[in-house]
Nanobody
Framework: QLQLVESGGGLVQPGGSLRLSCAAS????????IGWFRQAPGKEREGVSC????????YYADSVKGRFTISRDNAKNTVSLQMNSLKPEDTAVYYC???????????????????WGQGTQVTVSS
């Protein structure tokens, strides 16, 4: 059974940093991608970043480019999202999700992802 578990959320001041992790289990190969989404109250779920696990190709939404970095540790089956220079508008519940068919080609679309974690809250506030 495929499973994703996020960790690392919390409260941080504007300009601060957080590192989110997504632990994946149940995958039988490296041919899948992991994306990060976020959803703020009253807003649609937004694709933030994506990484193709087998080749490491990365993708970012314009709103986080230059501030967020996605990476993978295949030995630990973990994908991380390093978030720097955080802004109040980054406040949201962050989800990781697995894409077993499109390899990040539709990383901004939740419908392209098959499996989801439970989410972790990130709050940026002074």
């Amino acid at each position: 059974q495929l499973q994703l578990v996020e960790s690392g959320g919390g409260l941080v001041q504007p300009g601060g940093s957080l590192r989110l992790s997504c632990a994946a289990s149940g995958f039988t190969s490296d041919y899948y991608a992991i994306g990060w989404f976020r959803q703020a109250p009253g807003k649609e779920r937004e694709g933030v970043s994506c990484i193709s696990v087998n080749d490491g190709n990365t993708y970012y939404a314009d709103s986080v480019k230059g501030r967020f970095t996605i990476s993978r540790d295949n030995a630990k089956n973990t994908v991380s999202l390093q978030m720097n220079s955080l802004k109040p508008e980054d406040t949201a519940v962050y989800y990781c999700a697995a894409d077993t068919n499109y390899f990040c080609s539709g990383f901004v679309f939740p419908s392209f992802f098959d499996y989801w974690g439970q989410g972790t809250q990130v709050t940026v506030s002074s």
